[in-house]
């Protein structure tokens, strides 16, 4: 007798190994015993695995093997917070503390898009940066390190300058526009 196989989805695309094409955004399962099925190579695979496929820039999500419900979130807050655990934490107490203060805020929606930009631009800023320090000789690349500190602080003071001002902007034109609202049904402050 066989082993049983963890039920898989049909997708709509052929797996990759009966015709060489890759579906659009590969399917991981997760089942109550806390396991991760990896529904494009038929196998388990751990938090690390998943972490290295957001490394790989994958495209794939998470679903409860019972429910579908899409887990992709908290999988990838569990990275995180195994990550902050783990080592050298991105994030002190305080922005942890400031970020759940903002949950129920009327501002929540916004500060969501706006970590969401800021995370994307530095990303950007940090792609740039390692594509032009393929261009550089080792003495330059020595010399760029001596100097990366200062450098990238002063990056980083003007980027946080940068993005303080546009958030401060937002905060503006929010207050602005529910003004008029609140001025449109006759309601004034």
Same mark, same amino acid.
């Given at each position: ?38 529904? $494009? ?8 695995e ?13 679903? $409860? ?14 990275i ?5 655990a783990?080592?050298?934490?991105m ?32 990303? $950007? ?42 958030? $401060? ?12 609202m ?8």
């Amino acid at each position: 007798m066989s082993a049983v196989q963890p039920r898989q989805e049909p997708h709509p695309v052929q797996s990759k190994k009966a015709n060489a094409v890759k579906p659009a955004q590969r399917v991981i399962k997760k089942y109550p015993n806390r396991r991760l099925y990896d529904t $494009d190579t038929s196998t388990y695979i751990t938090l690390t695995e998943v972490k290295q496929l957001v490394m790989d820039s994958e495209s794939f999500v998470v679903r $409860d093997a019972k429910t579908n419900e899409d887990l992709t979130r908290s999988i990838l807050l569990q990275i995180i917070l195994e990550e902050e655990a783990g080592g050298a934490p991105m994030f002190s107490e305080a922005a942890l503390a400031n970020l759940i203060r903002i949950y129920g805020h009327a501002s929540q929606a916004f500060m969501g898009t706006y970590l969401e930009k800021n995370v994307q631009a530095f990303t $950007d800023i940090q792609a740039k940066l390692t594509e032009q320090s393929k261009t550089l000789t080792p003495e330059m690349w020595a010399q760029f390190m001596s100097m990366q500190n200062p450098l990238v602080q002063g990056m980083m003071g003007n980027y946080v300058e940068q993005s303080k001002t546009v958030f $401060d902007k937002m905060q503006e034109q929010m207050a602005k526009q529910t003004e008029q609202m609140l001025g449109a049904f006759g309601i004034k402050r």
